[in-house]
């Protein structure tokens, strides 16, 4: 199995990339913000089931295969990149518009569900991420399937907990954004666009 060493390793390598600004982190905190924490957890949990998928793809050995198309990912990273921006530009104009009062729009919970999904899913680097990062942990000598498992486990919980306290801290903080609207709905939505601008001049 995995050394000791080389396991703590990357436990401390994934904090680190889990407390990385990104979309994903983007979207859990301008949903929570806007929406309340409810909707930030539907959004997270949808973000943990397309990071769960990619993860699964990354250990069935789908990342060589997959870095092939680089075109494809191109398309998929800029409609990805489109849709955060789509979103973020009706945040701003949302809050622009703001009149005062809290206004409520019902929008079904699987809607933030599926918001997360594709923000994850549309981030195809970081298959290819996966596919580059894990080997560098992995003992040559041993069975590469129960390192790869370990690793994928270990890798998903992490991130996971990391994003589950982003969205309680974002989600609770909307308490104290409730009274300056206007503004959380602008900051919100020029998070989001950001953040798929950045998506969109990302780099293989």
């Not at 990385?20 to 924490?37: V, Y």
């Not at 680097?125 to 486990?153: E, H, N, R, W, Y």
Request: aromatic share 10%; net charge positive.
């Amino acid at each position: 199995m995995i050394s000791l060493e080389a396991y703590l390793t990357f436990i401390a390598a994934s904090v680190a990339l889990g407390l990385l600004p990104g979309p994903a982190i983007a979207l859990f905190i301008a949903t929570c913000t806007t929406k309340g924490l409810r909707q930030g957890l539907f959004a997270y949990a949808g973000n943990t089931t397309g990071l769960s998928v990619l993860i699964v793809a990354a250990i069935i050995g789908m990342a060589p295969l997959l870095s092939l198309a680089s075109y494809w990912f191109d398309i998929i990273r800029l409609v990805g990149a489109f849709y955060l921006v789509w979103m973020g530009i009706g945040l701003v104009r949302k809050g622009l518009a703001h009149q005062g009062g809290e206004q409520q729009v019902v929008v079904k919970s699987k809607h933030y569900f599926l918001q997360g999904f594709l923000v994850s899913m549309s981030n195809p680097k970081v298959l290819l991420f996966l596919g580059a990062f894990f080997p560098q942990f992995l003992d040559p000598s041993q069975s590469m399937i129960p390192q790869l498992i370990l690793l994928g486990v270990t890798f998903l919980v992490i991130i996971a907990v990391i994003d589950f306290l982003i969205v309680l801290t974002s989600g609770y903080a909307r308490r104290w954004l409730l009274e300056k609207q206007k503004a959380t709905h602008v900051a919100s939505g020029a998070l989001l666009v950001g953040a798929g601008v950045g998506l969109a001049l990302a780099r293989k």
